[in-house]
T-cell receptor, first 117, second 110 residues
Framework: GAVVSQHPSWVICKSGTSVKIECRSLDFQATTMFWYRQFPKQSLMLMATSNEGSKATYEQGVEKDKFLINHASLTLSTLTVTSAHPEDSSFYIC?????????????FGEGSWLTVV | ELKVEQNPLFLSMQEGKNYTIYCNYSTTSDRLYWYRQDPGKSLESLFVLLSNGAVKQEGRLMASLDTKARLSTLHITAAVHDLSATYFCAVAPTGNQFYFGTGTSLTVIP
């Protein structure tokens, strides 16, 4: 089963509203999680690094005030798309590194489809 | 600017044939990953390559890494329809953040 879970799997929201996507590590602690965005038929683009207990680090060109990231616990990071617009419609995927064992295992969540209408 | 490029972007091949997907990257990275993505789904991990000369095989897929040339290959042997998917390579220069390749959309035709 999934070790990194995202919720919701898909969401439709009205333009101008905000929507929150959760990313949970189910059986390990993750001090750092990562958020990616994937437009249809394109690659995944790293948006930001979510750090437990501190501010997220955003990639160049990603608006931190629009994509709010909170990493309040060692197993949960949330991405809130504020004042969503149709161009924000995308597939959002999170990932987390499992530091147990050799520490080389990265788990990706199942992804969350966002459609803004 | 970090670039991860895959070649080809689209690949249509007949069942039973062999082919290689190439992944070039522009920065040093101590590890390279290969993933499979089915339509509408998240990523499925295929291989993690951790050192120069690393070669890993799983079924009809074999991946290799040449860190000096900054090149990884994903070789498909005797393709079957079930391999149809999009394949991504990714580098992780700092060990955590992934930078994905452009993706290769593979269609295996009967």
């Amino acid at each position: 089963g999934a070790v990194v879970s995202q919720h919701p799997s898909w969401v439709i929201c009205k333009s101008g509203t905000s929507v929150k996507i959760e990313c949970r590590s189910l059986d390990f602690q993750a001090t750092t999680m990562f958020w990616y965005r994937q437009f249809p038929k394109q690659s995944l683009m790293l948006m930001a690094t979510s750090n437990e207990g501190s501010k997220a680090t955003y990639e160049q060109g990603v608006e931190k005030d629009k994509f709010l990231i909170n990493h309040a616990s060692l197993t949960l990071s949330t991405l809130t798309v504020t004042s969503a617009h149709p161009e924000d419609s995308s597939f959002y995927i999170c990932s987390a590194r499992d530091l147990r064992g050799d520490g080389n295992t990265i788990y990706f969540g199942e992804g969350s489809w966002l459609t803004v209408v | 600017e970090l670039k991860v490029e895959q070649n080809p972007l689209f690949l249509s091949m007949q069942e039973g044939k062999n082919y290689t997907i190439y992944c070039n990257y522009s920065t040093t990275s101590d590890r390279l990953y290969w993933y499979r993505q089915d339509p509408g789904k998240s990523l499925e991990s295929l291989f993690v390559l951790l050192s120069n000369g690393a070669v890993k095989q799983e079924g009809r897929l074999m991946a290799s890494l040449d860190t000096k040339a900054r090149l990884s290959t994903l070789h498909i042997t005797a393709a079957v329809h079930d391999l149809s998917a999009t394949y991504f390579c990714a580098v992780a220069p700092t060990g955590n953040q992934f930078y994905f390749g452009t993706g290769t959309s593979l269609t295996v035709i009967p």
